[in-house]
């Protein structure tokens, strides 16, 4: 598998106070397995779909108890480069680039809208191995922000993105391509969503039926917070496991209703 392009979203990992409940979760809506952890670099516990790499599970560093969140990495030849434009375009470096052995270069930062996210310099850990449409794997994530014109000015500033919006007046929501492949989105928070709530980044994950995921995330604690509902792109809902920490589950091959419209944006 070759090196991710710059910018490109190619892993994913969240902390857990209960490392274990969320082993056990995940791999009964997503069907994940997990591999040995890896005492050396914190319990780090990578989760398998199918025997491929899709995510991984650690139990928080000391001081950052609390709140369990997926933090979305995003491909960079070079962390020290990348941390340096974070810096320049408005957004905090909250973890100074660092190798993890032969592995590859992390960094955590925080965009100007306050959303958390990662950049990977890879080493021998690429990332993702499975393709987006295999049941258990990542398959797309959206900035949800409450600023969405700082962010629109920082991502494309940070990574080689170009922009489109989508002409909806019921719906502010912007896609960001490399390429001509469309690898993010970026979705304002109404006032649906509690004050309380910070900007985060929310990721999505395939299952082959999206209902019967619903049920088993809500059967073993985990909430509905959204769906589900049938897109263009799938029938997808939003969830919060039992620990708090959001995502959602997609079934992209249960589709309906017709592409959006979309204009490109400077």
Known sequence: MAVRAEGIPCWADAMFGDVEGAKAFYSEVLGWTFGESSSEYGNYTQAYADGKAVAAVVPPMSGQEGHAQWCLYFASPDAAATAARIREHGGEVLMEPMQVGEFGTMCLAREPSGAVFGVWQ???????????????????????????????????????????????????????????????????????????????????????????????????????????????????????DPQGASFSVIDVTTTAGAMPKTADVT
Request: hydrophobic share 40%; net charge negative.
């Open 122 to 240: 890879a080493g021998v850990h690429e990332g993702f191995e499975a393709p987006p449409e295999q049941p258990g794997a990542y398959c797309w994530a959206e900035v949800f922000t409450r600023e969405p014109e700082r962010t629109d000015a920082f991502l494309p500033a940070v990574f080689p993105y170009t922009a489109k919006q989508i002409q909806d007046d019921a719906v502010d929501f912007r896609m960001f391509d490399i390429g001509g492949d469309t690898v993010l989105g970026r979705m304002k928070m109404t006032q649906e969503f509690p004050p309380e709530v910070p900007s985060y980044i929310n990721v999505y994950f395939t299952v082959p039926d999206c209902d019967e995921a619903v049920a088993r995330a809500t059967g073993l604690g985990g909430v509905l917070r959204f769906g589900p509902m049938d897109t263009p792109f799938g029938r997808f809902a939003a969830i919060s």
